[in-house]
């Protein structure tokens, strides 16, 4: 007894001193890093992954961006977004843009001392489109010679696909079909060169990490903490100008409201997202900020659907929506629209599409012979679930009913159930929206093609088709201009498959030490030029 | 040599170094993995000879038994409803040209015929690997849950720790108070608490704590000051249960006939009601604390939603909406066995609390 008594004091006394002798403390506040010279930003969520050629979501390109370069990037000071060298230095296109010749920079060096060359732009396209990498965003390069073909697997040379070097060391690109906005793709990150030799010595879907990932952006990757924060440190041996902020530390707050509080604490500088039901609230706050984004949150028809096969019920309900009222609920400086193209792009036709008219609309509606003998199916508006989408839909209810006597039911399902839903056709008519990928209006008119697997509408046009078509291999800009107008006459005016209905807007808190945070329609966040006061 | 019982004095050292172990982290210390090791081999061995001694191994093995039977229902279960559910997990927004589809989907092995996923899916399970999350690149499941379960664990523990200190107390107070206006008040205040959502009470503390008189961060998980507003959201709801359960049955007990026995012997009432009533009336919060630390253990989403705590909870929200097949299945594994092992423990600790159960 007395023994086993001695045996365990013994323990306790020996493990005690030994944890004392230990006390280190765990978390360290902001990773111990200097406020002064490190910028708090929220991402809101977890990376799936920091590989740029598999990342397909906006949270990973954020950080992904800072760290590496493009050939091309978009000029965030032209509210036009117009292209400025990166990693190449000029390109040009012959054959009418179906063959693009770009001369790289020299002297480049990623974060390990390696010399960036046009192999390693190569490499990363190989595997952007090798099949076996899985790549969400592969057809970004689908425009390219062959590589359709290659990604599907059926053609097993990529020596076959369009893309080399030449002997002044250049990257020459063969298109499949002149390709006007080429040069711009490769602002996507998906397209970034890339070091196949660190993925073969670490493993194709476990280099990009600390440690692994080689860059050659303005920041370096120093830290991520998976679900709970990201460290980026800024690149000295950057071959721009360098980063003016040392470390940019990037929180993973799920919830915006703790963001919010976090923020009014002084933990975070920066919470993008903010809830719509309280905006009315944060908009007189001086950190508030804001910017248009070339979005277009728009309904669909399913056009086979009788009573809405018929063009006078369609243009009817498109008629009877008054797009500022549902603006003025969103409350956040949306722009409305009845046109095709946000506003803020090259092709934004503001005075295009059915504008509201009750008294009209009601007209149409007794010509598709609908009136008190003959009462209006009843038709289902689908939705995902989300507060925001619904109270836009009970007030698109609303108006309809209040405009044309109609009612219509309102039904919303989770988010992957609901795009299983839209391709079954589900519904009657539908909520989606569409971010731009590139500022171009193809980006958009592409989507309701008649072969394009985003149209749920059953809709289809072969002279909306040819003229999207046109505007992809067409190079002049005011031939494009004429081009995307007829194709957006057709779409918004003619056979109204879709009410647009308004492009949304990005609602941000940057606190007053941060100088120069980029706002720009693309939502491409570059901390490089941002600044902090002293 | 003397084997550690619970009721000798050197089966103290377990409690102690536990709560030495738990302060330290609470103060946000490095505990010493060797800490950690010592404080779950003394009490593996300690339950383990508890369980002989009580001459039940039989029993466990045969729930060892049971336990696999059931986990293998569950996983398969799961596996097909997974794939009875609409959308899938590389469903969206923009959607993906058919050879890029294909090539994820083999990628992932998705083009195979269901019987042969799911047979490697359990070959693997049988591995003890839970395959690769399909939303999260290269990351293991059995990462995620290890990387994100220390947050909710300690969170978990401090809460639980919260309850019982809080819940047992106010519990046997107020039925020796019964019918008095302490008991009305606890009573009052313990179904308020049982009645109030975990979001609410937290909106309350962050506008009094973080806003008014700032003394607690609003959010995060990295040290004591960040750790008691969630751990007391969390908290309360339980000991909220656990005192109006210790109440009733306290009351139970205590018209007995052995406790008037004990009376008219002339011991005082609170040897009487520590001694003799509450180690007979805590097999109700026992049964209740089973699914209750299995619960709280495995995260609880929305204090970890509030708080901004990188912890498991969220994973078991967001994994469904990502339709991450393997994750879903890794995180029901883990919470049944968690469940599983919670109950077999307090099924085994009936008979300490009460030596006329008996477990064969």
Known sequence: ?534 | MNLPNLKNYSALVIPVLLIYTFLLSFLNYEVPTALWVLDLSLVLVSFSIYVFQKSMVSYVLRRIRGAIVTIFIISSFVFLMLRVLPGGPFDQEKVLPPEVKANIEAKYNLDAPLHEQFFNYIVGLVQGDLGESYKYLGRDVSDIISESLPASLELGIYSLILAFIIGIPTGVIAASKHNTIIDNVAMFGAIGFVALPNFVVAAFLIVLFVYWIPIFPPGFWEGTSSYILPVIVLGTRPAASIARLTRSSVLDVISSDYIRTARSKGLSDWSILFKHVLKNSLIPVLTFSGPLVAGILSGAFVVEMIFAIPGIGKHFIQSVGNRDYPLILGLTLFYSVLLIVANLIVDLLYSYFDPRIKLK
């Open chain 1, 1 to 534: 007894m007395k023994k086993v008594r001695i045996f365990y004091s013994i323990l306790i006394i020996a493990s005690l001193v030994f944890a004392i002798g230990c006390t280190k403390k765990r978390n360290k506040l902001d990773y111990g890093l200097n406020i002064k010279e490190t910028l708090r930003v929220n991402l809101a969520s977890e990376p799936p992954t920091l590989d740029w050629n598999k990342a397909t979501d906006t949270t990973s390109n954020t950080i992904i961006s800072n760290i590496m370069d493009g050939l091309t990037r978009y000029n965030l000071k032209d509210p036009n977004l117009s292209l400025k060298p990166a990693l190449a230095t000029s390109w040009k296109s012959t054959d009418r843009a179906k063959k693009w010749t770009f001369v790289l920079r020299k002297g480049v060096k990623w974060t390990d001392g390696v010399e960036f060359t046009a192999q390693h732009v190569i490499d990363s396209w190989e595997r952007l489109l090798n099949p076996k990498t899985a790549s969400g965003y592969a057809y970004f390069l689908y425009g390219i010679k062959n590589a359709r073909t290659y990604n599907n697997g059926k053609l097993k040379d990529f020596s076959k696909v369009g893309v080399r070097v030449n002997e002044k060391g250049e990257l020459v690109v063969d298109l499949e079909a002149p390709q006007s906005y080429f040069p711009m793709l490769l602002t996507h990150s998906s397209t970034f060169p890339i070091r196949k030799d660190l993925i073969k010595k670490y493993g194709d879907d476990n280099w990009a990490k600390p440690g692994s990932l080689v860059s050659l952006g303005a920041y370096f990757l120093k830290i991520w903490e998976h679900d709970k924060a990201i460290v980026i440190e800024r690149n000295l041996s950057y071959y721009s100008k360098p980063a003016h902020i040392k470390n940019i530390l990037a929180y993973m707050i799920n919830e915006s409201s703790t963001a919010i509080s976090l923020f009014d604490a002084g933990r975070i500088d920066i919470q993008n997202s903010l809830p719509t039901t309280e905006l009315s609230i944060l908009k007189n706050r001086k950190e508030y900020q804001s910017v248009s984004l070339l979005s277009i949150y728009y309904y669909g028809f399913n056009t086979k659907k009788p009573p809405l096969n018929n063009l006078d019920v369609r243009k009817a309900i498109s008629m009877s929506i008054d797009r500022d009222e549902v603006v003025k609920l969103a409350g956040g400086g949306e722009t409305p629209l009845t046109s095709w193209i946000p506003l803020g792009m090259f092709g934004y036709e503001p005075k295009r599409g059915i504008k509201f008219n009750p008294k009209e609309a009601r007209r149409l509606l007794a010509k598709a012979g609908f009136g008190p003998k003959k009462k209006f199916p009843k038709l289902v508006i689908g939705f995902n679930t989300n507060e925001n989408h619904k109270r836009i839909a009970e007030n698109i209810q609303a108006q309809i009913k209040r405009n044309l006597g109609i009612n219509l039911e309102l039904k919303n399902e989770e988010w992957k159930v609901y795009l299983n839903s839209l391709r079954l056709h589900k519904y009657d008519i539908y909520r989606i929206g569409w971010l731009a990928d590139f500022p171009d209006p193809d980006n958009f008119y592409n989507l309701l093609a008649s072969y394009s697997e985003n149209n749920y509408t059953n809709w289809g046009n072969k002279k909306f088709d040819k003229l999207v078509e046109a505007g992809v291999s067409e190079t002049d800009r005011d031939k494009r201009k004429s081009i995307y107008s007829q194709a957006n006459e057709i779409l918004t005016e003619k056979d109204i498959p879709v009410i647009p209905i308004m492009s949304s807007v990005k609602h941000s808190l940057v606190s007053e030490r941060v100088i120069n945070y980029p706002r720009n329609s693309m939502n491409v966040v570059l901390f490089k030029e941002v600044s902090l006061k002293e």
